[in-house]
């Protein structure tokens, strides 16, 4: 069964320093893997996705993720966080030929100005 | 724009009362998802419909039901509202072809049960 774990509910970072979310998953065959964000009361939308191709991933905004099949991960990052990333992430993983995508608890992040 | 809206943003409901929760896409998906945020769950799939008339369960059905009529809509009923689905409604939309790609979410419906 897949399953998403994201470590770190809450994360604090000043304005301009790197931000790292963390994700791993657990999946029987490769699995696709998504970055969504959701600004206050607004629904979810796509940051960036791995479907198999590149493993270093680059998304809207800036962030990049890195795939590493050894370390079932896909952490999230970015070099120099701004005031405007603060809202909640989730990372998600998905089968081929699957209608379900498994979301992780979410990671609220915090820019501090 | 692609979008997909839900009918309601913010309801107030009491215990017991029928609710429908609406959503419309206008991409032309076949898939649609309806899921639960809750804090510290993430999002939780309650239903998802792949074609017109057609439903699955997720993993939270119980209490809840769905309706595809049209392609572009499909409505989330409780049909006796708890307060402990008192949440955060979420609609998705995506492709087929095996649902590798994205899903396209609406703002979110905010349901309080008294």
């Known amino acids: 069964a897949q399953s998403v774990t994201q470590l770190g509910s809450h994360v604090s970072v000043s304005e301009g320093a790197l931000v790292l979310l963390r994700c791993n998953y657990s999946s029987s065959v490769p699995p696709y893997l998504f970055w969504y964000v959701q600004y206050p009361n607004q629904g979810l939308q796509l940051l960036l996705k791995?479907?198999?191709?590149?493993?270093l991933v680059k998304g809207i905004n800036g962030f990049e993720a890195e795939f590493k099949k050894s370390e079932t991960s896909f952490h999230l990052t970015k070099p120099s966080a701004h005031m405007r990333d603060a809202a909640e992430y989730f990372c998600a993983v998905a089968l081929t030929g699957g209608f379900k995508t498994i979301f992780g608890a979410g990671t609220r992040l915090f820019v501090k100005a | 724009d692609v979008k997909v809206t839900q009918s309601s943003r913010y309801l107030v409901k009491r215990t017991g009362e029928k609710v429908f929760l609406e959503c419309v896409q206008d991409m032309d998906h076949e898939n649609m998802f309806w899921y639960r945020q809750d804090p510290g769950l993430g999002l939780r799939l309650i239903y998802f419909s792949y074609d017109v008339k057609m439903k699955e369960k997720g993993d939270i059905p119980e209490g809840y039901s769905v309706s595809r009529e049209k392609k572009e809509r499909f409505s989330l009923i409780l049909e006796s509202a708890s307060t402990n689905q008192t949440s955060m409604y979420l609609c998705a939309s995506s492709f087929a072809a095996g649902f590798t790609g994205e899903l396209f979410f609406g703002e979110g419906s905010r349901l309080t049960v008294l």
């Open positions: 791995y479907t198999s191709a590149a493993t």
